[in-house]
């Protein structure tokens, strides 16, 4: 009874918010409207606008200046600054584009976004070692997390986690104190478009990093420490809500993996880094830290020689999954293709090529604003515990992954 009343107390929070958001004009959100929230490359886009000194916000290197002492923890002269060079997708060797890079003074600052895409084979490592000068790679995140040991590889690992070369930044952090302070200044303050528009993106950043607005969030904690009840009652929450999301991952991939027990060509599935495995270990232990164990299920499709098998496999990483990977004797992580290994496997791959991932796209329908996440509890993450969106869902990536195995040739 305890615990339905802090839960109907806290609700009755977050009705008010969502009533005074409706009032106010707090869901207009031009870039949720258009589906910018959810691409990176228009994340990007909208953030190299900011920093470059040539922007159309014509305030010069005022935003430049903070993003590189806020974000990048790093300071220059003025002068130093007004011959600074701002890149987007700055094209290198294979195709590459590296997302955002900084010339100023004497360095070369590479800066790697990842959101939602995954890493590509030696990525972070090629940057650092072709294209950094006098400076580390900047890999930007969500939370923070270290490049995969795949995109690192060849790099220096440092104790605790990550890499000498390469410096970690996040959204949630760096990139919402840098915004914070972009709409502190005096001149940002009289010009409505740019402010309004930055403080529409602050809003873009707290959903995709799980922020509750603070004024919202200190009304919850008000109530949660009234009382030793009361925070007795969170605590017990707490605990139970970590199995809740665990039983949803197991709930998730095993309708799944049910629906295509009917599915021909998809009859040997492979015990190893199956979810299964070891008593559900990779499930049971995916909410201990803020990186994935990547639960899901592989099917062996067929031998590409004596050593590398082509599997289709679904997992979840933040968000769910599917696609075609290597396996090389039996391991979990395979052979990288080239592009013309992979023509002769698939049709119509585009840029989802990555490392031993020689093709993979978000479920459902390749959406990744549809695609629950499992670590930030986005939208699509909570219509899974209503019964008749869970089905739908389940529908939507059976149908998907029917698609994708159309790609075969």
């Known amino acids: ?30 870039f949720d409207i258009l589906n910018i929230s959810r691409d990176e490359v228009s994340i990007c886009k909208f953030i190299y606008e900011l920093i470059s000194t040539n922007g159309s916000h014509y305030q010069g290197y005022t935003y430049l200046k903070l993003f590189v002492e806020n974000v ?13 060079v701002v890149y987007k997708e700055y094209v290198i060797s294979n195709g ?22 995954k890493d590509q084979y030696k990525q972070c490592f090629d940057y650092y070692k072709f294209y950094a000068k006098n400076s580390n790679v900047f890999y930007l995140t969500l939370d923070g997390k270290a490049p995969s040991v795949e995109s690192a590889k060849g790099l220096t690992r440092v104790r605790g986690g990550g890499y000498e070369e390469v410096s970690q930044i996040s959204f949630e952090k760096e990139i919402l104190d840098w ?36 004024e919202k969030e200190q009304e919850i904690v008000n109530i949660i420490s ?8 969170a605590i017990e929450i707490e605990k139970s809500l970590k199995t809740c999301n665990i ?14 027990d009917n599915v021909s060509n998809l009859e040997n599935k492979l015990e190893r880094y199956s979810y299964k495995s070891n008593n559900y270990s990779l499930v049971n232990t995916y909410y201990n830290k803020k990186s994935s164990t990547y639960p899901g299920l592989s099917y062996f499709i067929k031998k590409l020689d004596d050593e590398v098998d082509l599997l289709l496999r ?40 990555g490392g031993w991932w020689i093709y993979w796209e978000y479920l459902p329908e390749g959406n990744g604003a549809l695609s629950p996440n499992f670590k930030d509890f986005n939208e699509a993450y909570l219509d899974l515990f209503d019964e008749d969106k869970f089905e739908q869902f389940i529908d939507l990536c059976e149908d998907s992954i029917l698609k994708v195995l159309q790609k075969l040739k």
């Open 96 to 117: 590459r584009r590296i997302d955002l890079a900084i010339e100023i003074g004497n360095k070369f600052i590479p800066i790697e976004v990842k959101i939602y895409a």
């Open 247 to 260: 039983n949803m991952i197991k709930k998730v991939l095993e309708s799944i993996e049910s629906r295509l």
């Open 314 to 353: 679904f997992e979840i990483d933040h968000r769910l999954y599917v696609g075609f990977c290597t396996s090389k004797n039996g391991k979990a992580e395979g052979q990288q293709l080239d592009e013309d290994q992979v023509d002769k496997l698939l049709f119509d791959c585009g840029n989802n090529i």
């Open 1 to 30: 009874m305890k615990i339905e009343l802090l839960l109907s107390d806290i609700s009755h929070i977050s009705e008010k918010y969502e009533l005074i958001n409706k009032n106010t004009g707090g869901y207009f959100n031009i």
């Open 226 to 233: 009234s009382s030793k009840e009361n925070i007795k009652t």
């Open 179 to 214: 915004l914070n302070q972009c709409i502190s200044q005096a001149e940002t303050i009289k010009i409505a478009p740019i402010r309004e528009t930055i403080l529409q993106f602050i809003g873009v950043v707290r959903s995709m990093t799980n922020q509750l607005i603070e």
């Open 72 to 84: 990048l923890h790093m300071k220059f002269s003025d002068y130093e600054y007004k011959k600074a």
